[in-house]
């Protein structure tokens, strides 16, 4: 298996008249498909400069160490880099990370081309404060969203035993055999909010591969 750096870039997607409306954590930690705590490993200056919100900021490269895995994983290896922007002053909801040396919970989600980027922007990233992750001031800490992840997860396993999901596949698997695959797929896509496998995701990428989509 190749080896490879993930390196990534926060999608500022907001325009000038929309700022970041805060999730309840259980919507956060839904949202998320991974969830991880760094430590900045290094902070440097690309050159490279961006225009924002009617701003010109540089754009910092963060190199990454990964600490430890709170929900989902995806192969990578170090540096693990995040390129974030720095205005000359304040800009409301700028996207920033701490600095080198120290840690960070980054909440981290795909978007609909396959590249990561944090959860609602600057919610997507936690901060430390005497010695503990909070959520600007909201009072929430790690241990609060590991109990999340672990009711979540206990939910889902749930989920994936039920009889519907197992009706769902049944159904799947004849709608399959008999050809019928964008009837298929629909069941598939029903399973799959009941229980999001990856082995759904494949059979659905490939069913969609076989209707020319």
């Known amino acids: 298996m190749k080896r490879f750096i993930i390196i990534f870039m926060v999608i500022l997607v907001h325009v000038s008249e929309a700022y970041v409306k805060f999730m309840p954590n259980e919507q956060l930690v839904k949202t998320s498909e991974y969830i991880v705590v760094?430590?900045?490993?290094?902070v440097s200056d690309t050159g490279k400069v961006m225009r924002w919100r009617g701003g010109t900021a540089k754009i910092l490269k963060n190199e990454l160490k990964i600490v430890e895995w709170i929900k989902g994983s995806f192969s990578l290896q170090n540096p693990f880099v995040l390129n974030t922007l720095k205005f000359n002053g304040w800009m409301e909801d700028n996207i920033e990370l701490p600095a080198k040396g120290s840690?960070?919970?980054?909440?981290?989600?795909?978007?609909?081309?396959?590249?990561i980027e944090t959860v609602n922007g600057i919610q997507g990233i936690w901060k430390m404060k005497n010695g503990e992750f909070t959520n600007i001031g909201l009072g929430s800490s790690l241990v609060d969203i590991k109990e999340i992840v672990q009711k979540q997860t206990n939910q889902i396993k749930e989920s994936c035993s039920s009889k519907r999901f197992n009706s769902l596949l049944d159904r799947a698997e004849i709608q399959t055999q008999a050809g019928r695959y964008r009837e298929a797929l629909e069941v598939y896509k029903k399973a799959y909010s009941i229980c999001p496998m990856r082995d759904l995701e494949e059979q659905m990428a490939w069913l969609l591969g076989e209707i020319g989509e």
């Open 38 to 42: 760094v430590r900045v490993e290094a």
């Open 103 to 115: 840690h960070a919970l980054l909440f981290l989600k795909r978007d609909k081309n396959g590249k």
